[in-house]
């Protein structure tokens, strides 16, 4: 078993920042594909960011390109997402996920994820 954990949401007035950490316990997250995603109220959940066990891979949803930056360290068990540039629009409960995964490749499904976070809020005002 695999437990994740989120911080670093908030409020954030747009053009602003947030880094958002998610720590793993239980087992090295040193062999798993790791992801955030996101769910606005009312809307489905959105990949958003995701890195492969060696940080080898990553991969980006088209709408936070050039804007996020996703990365982990595996000797602290713990994968971050740099938010920059925030829009109203990235307003969401951000969950963190891991799959295990030996390759490079980060799947954008979210049925693919084992394990998954509480979720952190993110609200960006205008």
């Known amino acids: 078993q695999v437990q994740l954990v989120e911080s670093g949401g908030g409020l954030v007035q747009a053009g602003g920042s947030l880094r958002l950490s998610c720590v793993a316990s239980?087992?090295?997250?040193?062999?798993?594909?790791t992801a955030w995603f996101r769910q606005a109220s009312g809307k489905e959940r959105e990949f958003v960011a995701g890195?492969?066990?060696?940080?080898?891979?990553?991969s980006y949803a088209d709408s936070v390109k050039g804007r996020f930056t996703i990365s982990r360290d595996n000797a602290e068990n713990t994968v971050s997402l740099q938010m920059n540039s925030l829009k109203p629009e990235d307003t969401a409960v951000y969950y963190c996920?891991?799959?295990?995964?030996?390759?490079?490749?980060?799947?954008?499904?979210?049925?693919?994820?084992?394990?998954w976070g509480q979720g952190t809020q993110v609200t960006v005002s205008s």
């Open positions: 239980g087992r090295t997250l040193s062999r798993y594909t």
């Open positions: 996920a891991a799959e295990y995964m030996l390759g490079q490749a980060v799947t954008v499904m979210s049925h693919r994820y084992d394990y």
């Open positions: 890195i492969s066990w060696s940080g080898g891979s990553t």
